[in-house]
């Protein structure tokens, strides 16, 4: 069986870290996916890419290391 790199969050596992979070974190992120109608593995994405990089969309666009010398 061949591996497979994954360049977004899949559904699944989005669950999977919502079921493990604070019960105010999964329904912020819940509530963030509705209210700009987004899958909520991209909400999730895009909010951990955001914290790593601040000029990132999703991880694709992520460069944690942009701007340190």
Do not use: H, W
Request: hydrophobic share 40%.
């Amino acid at each position: 069986m061949q591996s497979q790199t994954l360049e977004e969050l899949t559904p699944t596992a989005a669950q999977t870290i919502l079921e493990n979070l604070p019960e105010r974190i999964r329904v912020a992120f819940i509530n963030r996916s509705k209210e700009i109608d987004f899958p909520v593995e991209a909400v999730i994405e895009m909010a951990l890419a955001g914290y790593l990089d601040s000029e990132a969309i999703g991880f694709v666009d992520c460069k944690p290391n942009r701007g340190r010398k």
